[in-house]
């Protein structure tokens, strides 16, 4: 099955600084790419997504790339703010298959 | 509003007793899904569902089990077998099972046994 690792756990940045959070997967049939970010004591949220015949998204701050190749994706966050504080989640996803990486705790220092 | 419902928010039981969540949606999708999170450990899948009536397990299904009699509705019974049940559930659920797609999740319910 589907394995997903991701790095760093936990991330320290300056506000206005960038943060960027990196994912490796292991399935090759893997084709669908989201990134979830989930406050304290809620569930995850939808942040952004990408699927596998793009190599990469932006939506406003929040931008993911895609490399199919060496199975690898990352979340880059520019201007960071306070509010973007939470833990964020990468998955890999094959046939409604999901499967979450172990999750980044970003802190954005003001 | 249309969206994912999982209560309680809080539970607690003691050790031996069978417990079950409950997670409802109203999205009209075809998959939901259970996860288990733990600190420092992500979301691990349970169980899954692509249709009502059928289900499959995922990594950590032992001491636990499911079912799926009504498309808006697939419940997770913790039973004493699980070995170390208390965590935080997550239920979820997607559109359909041909493309891949977002996953909406609930609030999730804080199991504490005692």
Redesign the interface.
């Known amino acids: 099955?589907e394995n997903v690792e991701?790095h760093p756990?936990t991330l320290s940045v300056q506000e206005g600084d960038s943060a960027v959070i990196k994912c490796t997967y292991s399935d090759s049939a893997s084709?669908?790419f989201?990134w979830?970010k989930q406050e304290l004591?809620?569930?995850?949220?939808?942040i952004i997504?990408i699927?596998s015949n793009v190599g990469e998204k932006k939506d406003q701050r929040i931008a993911v790339t895609l490399n199919k190749t060496a199975k690898h994706f990352s979340l880059h966050i520019t201007e960071t703010q306070p509010e973007d504080s939470a833990v964020y989640?990468c998955?890999a996803?094959?046939?409604?298959?999901?499967?979450?990486?172990?999750?980044t705790r970003l802190t954005v220092k003001p | 509003d249309g969206g994912i419902t999982?209560s309680p928010k809080y539970l607690f039981r003691k050790e031996g007793q069978n417990v079950t969540l409950s997670c409802e949606q109203n999205l009209n999708h075809d998959?939901m899904?259970w996860?288990r999170q733990d600190p420092?450990?992500?979301?691990?899948?349970i169980y899954?569902s692509?249709i009502v009536n059928d289900f499959q397990k995922g990594?950590i299904a032992e001491g636990y089990s499911v079912s799926r009699e009504k498309k808006e509705s697939f419940p997770l019974t913790v039973t004493s077998a699980q070995k170390n049940p208390t965590a935080f559930y997550?239920c979820?659920s997607?559109i359909?099972?041909g493309t891949?797609?977002?996953?909406?999740?609930?609030?999730?319910t804080r199991l504490t046994v005692v």
């Open positions: 099955g991701q756990s084709n669908y989201p979830y004591g809620k569930g995850p949220q939808l997504d699927r989640f998955a996803s094959s046939n409604n298959d999901m499967r979450f990486g172990a999750g | 999982q998959a899904y996860y420092g450990q992500g979301l691990r899948l899954y692509q990594d997550l979820a997607s359909d099972t891949n797609t977002e996953a909406f999740f609930g609030q999730g």
